[in-house]
């Protein structure tokens, strides 16, 4: 501190008093800082500039004038305090800016720099006032310690501390900033290895000295480490694409954003957060900046409150170019899902929502809902010749209780059907689908592997089991499940197709029969055996008729002319046609980590998923996974999930950074193009 202040020796002399006084004044309210609660030192950064100023701030400055002031000399003595006094009201309504003022500021003065013969004359006579030895022994007993907040500036904002070291003349001083949030310190660490600034950058404020300012807003992806992995290069993909099949690229967001209200729920799950991050006023702004950056053509939600998108994100994303379609959930729930996609990318042939809830059964008693949507691309200029298939959106999120995997399996039958028949072409086949959603299930449960595979045999499995989010297996009377799974009253099928959807087998043609032909059938074998339940009556029941030697014999097998669909019951295996992949691996082979997607309670899992259509490879299967190639809808890239440490030193999810418990899945597909007499 010592050697700050002789580090102005070089300064007039009426300016080294006007230095000297603020420099004292700063630390006096480093002091106040230091004996402040937070939250008055939010009210006093808050104070805007021309507010009136406390009546005990105000004393307490006189007091410390009149202190400066008493051993000044008789002939400077006047004019020093008429210029302070003069000075003082308008300079402490700059309360904000002299705060932020700090020793290390002011020695980066370029007056510091400078260097007269006057001016060394003038510090001599200076230096054996009482005034200079007075402020100086003041200065060493005060504190010296950087401000630890900026006006104006959110209480999580992304800082990222300087380790710089700023040297002025003849003294250095080790700015060191508080204990920042732990992702802040790891990626300054890991910033300050590659890139070394030699002077901070400058923040300019009208009215006010420079000083150290908050850092550029750092991206998102780079505070978390989140890569983009581009696909396209892949060697299997290249030999799919040929140079001359043009695609039509767009990117799908799948996100979790999580529910306000379920915030004020379930508090106990996020005591590892700051209450102000946990705040809506905070975490939306968050949210809506991270869909910005990541730029979707479609946008699939989950846990979107009902007023919160009516009132505040479907009109901010319809003026980002998006059209919005919201499903609210059943019953006393006040989120639900919303499907999203740019009305310049897509048209809207068809929507279906889903309820789940049905009432009266055990297995859909639950309020959890689905959007399916069907989408035609709009293909630029320049592509007129060419024609793109349709494409199938669905949406949903699977409900979470981990003893009832019956019900998320009935929920995922429930919207495979939809899917089925939304997707499905006059041909037979379907059209690309791409499956998004809080499935609620990890990686190689029953529940996944039903929706990759096609096919699960549940009958008997324990219900725990399906979702593989917790092991009950030591409970003593564990739910299983039965077949039929859910009752033919529903309506759904094994296949998860819709009853009244099945293809029937062709009905033959309706014969025409003459007398002459139904009559023949009085002497089949039947017709002339007496059934035991006839009452014998001589002449009457007793007689036997005799068939005719040139009649013909009657067919064996009679074919019901108009037969119905036969529906397998109670085969406890059921199955789909859609054929789905997973975008993500769900694994990070260079961290040896498997990835993440949430965390709850500090443990990382993945529930997040994203699945498109692709093409089985013929007797491919792997470990109990149906291998699968890119078919006419292409995976070119993905954005990169992180592991379970990672985010620990980012203090789990939410975080200032990432305002939701879940990360957001992005990928980036190719649909193939066809000319229009194809199509």
């Known amino acids: 501190m010592i050697g700050t202040v002789l580090c102005y020796v070089l300064l007039p002399a009426a300016q080294l008093v006007r230095v000297l006084r603020d420099a004292y004044f700063t630390c006096r309210k480093n002091v106040l800082l230091e004996k402040s609660t937070s939250t008055q030192v939010e009210a006093i950064f808050a104070a805007a500039r021309g507010r009136a100023v406390p009546e005990e701030q105000e004393a307490l400055l006189q007091q410390q004038l009149e202190e400066g002031t008493e051993n000044l000399p008789a002939s400077e003595s006047a004019s020093s305090a008429g210029k302070v006094s003069d000075t003082l009201s308008s300079d402490w309504l700059e309360g904000s800016e002299l705060l932020m003022t700090s020793l290390s500021d002011l020695s980066s003065a370029p007056e510091v720099t400078q260097c007269a013969g006057q001016q060394l004359t003038e510090l001599h006579a200076l230096a054996s006032s009482e005034l200079q030895d007075h402020t100086v022994t003041e200065l060493k007993k005060l504190p010296a310690k950087e401000p630890v907040a900026i006006a104006g500036s959110a209480p999580w904002a992304a800082v990222v501390p300087q380790t710089d070291h700023q040297t002025a003349g003849c003294a250095t001083i080790d700015v060191k900033g508080p204990n920042e949030d732990p992702a802040v310190l790891a990626w300054s660490l890991a910033h300050d290895a590659e890139t070394v600034s030699t002077e901070p950058p400058a923040w300019p404020i009208p009215d006010m000295v420079q000083f150290c300012p908050l850092p550029a807003e750092v991206p998102y992806h780079e505070i978390l480490w989140r890569e983009w992995e581009d696909l396209s290069v892949q060697p299997c993909v290249l030999e799919q694409v040929s140079k001359n099949t043009p695609l039509f690229e767009f990117r799908v967001m799948s996100y979790n954003i999580l529910a306000q209200d379920l915030v004020e729920q379930g508090l106990d799950l996020y005591v590892h957060c700051h209450p102000d991050i946990l705040n809506w006023n905070y975490r939306f702004p968050n949210l809506l900046q991270e869909i910005q950056h990541w730029d979707p053509d479609v946008l699939c939600l989950q846990e979107v409150q009902e007023n919160h998108y009516w009132e505040q994100l479907e ?109 499905k072409t006059t041909e037979g086949s379907y059209y690309p689908v791409i499956l998004c959603g809080d499935l609620n299930s990890v990686p190689d449960s029953p529940l996944y592997k039903f929706i990759r595979n096609g096919e699960l045999s549940y009958h008997g499995m324990p219900a725990w089991k399906v979702s593989g989010q917790e092991d009950y297996s030591q409970q003593f009377c564990s739910r299983k499940l ?93 199955q789909h046609g859609l054929n789905l992949t997973s975008v993500y691996s769900h694994f990070l082979p260079q961290r040896g980590r498997p990835e993440v997607t949430t965390m709850p309670m500090g443990l990382g899992i993945t529930v997040d998923y994203i699945f498109y259509s692709a093409e089985p490879v013929k007797n491919g299967n792997r470990g109990g996974r149906r291998l699968y190639r890119d078919g006419a809808l292409k995976l070119l890239g993905r954005l990169s999930l992180l592991s379970e440490d990672v985010l620990l030193l980012a203090n789990g999810l939410p975080n200032p950074f990432c305002s939701s418990d879940h990360l957001c899945l992005l990928a980036s597909f190719g649909l193939e193009l066809s000319s229009n007499r194809e199509s």
Not at 529 to 539: N, T
Request: hydrophobic share 40%; proline share 11%; net charge positive.
């Open 315 to 423: 009109p901010t994303l319809k003026e980002m170019g998006f059209a919005c379609f919201y499903k609210r959930r059943t019953g006393t729930k006040t989120d639900g899902c919303a499907v999203c996609y740019k009305h310049s990318r897509f048209q809207l042939i068809s929507l279906s929502p889903i309820e789940f809830f049905r009432p009266g059964l055990d297995v859909l008693n639950r309020d959890n809902v689905g959007l399916v949507l069907l989408l035609q691309p709009l293909l630029p200029e320049g592509l007129e010749l060419k024609a793109a298939s349709p494409l199938c959106i669905a949406n949903t999120h699977v409900l979470f209780n981990p003893h009832r995997g019956d019900i998320k399996l009935a929920q995922m039958a429930l919207l495979l059907a939809e899917i089925d028949k939304i997707a």
């Open 482 to 574: 039965l077949a039929p799974l859910w009752p033919s009253s529903l309506g759904v099928t094994d296949s998860c197709q819709y009853v009244t959807l099945c293809q029937p087998k062709k009905p033959a043609d309706r014969r025409k029969y003459s007398r002459d032909f139904l009559l023949q059938f009085r002497f089949c074998d039947v017709a002339c055996e007496r059934p035991p339940q006839l009452v014998f009556l001589e002449g009457v029941t007793d007689a036997k008729p005799d068939r005719p030697a040139h009649w013909p014999k009657p067919p064996a097998v009679m074919e019901d002319p108009d037969p119905e669909p036969f529906i397998p019951r109670s085969s406890g295996v059921i």
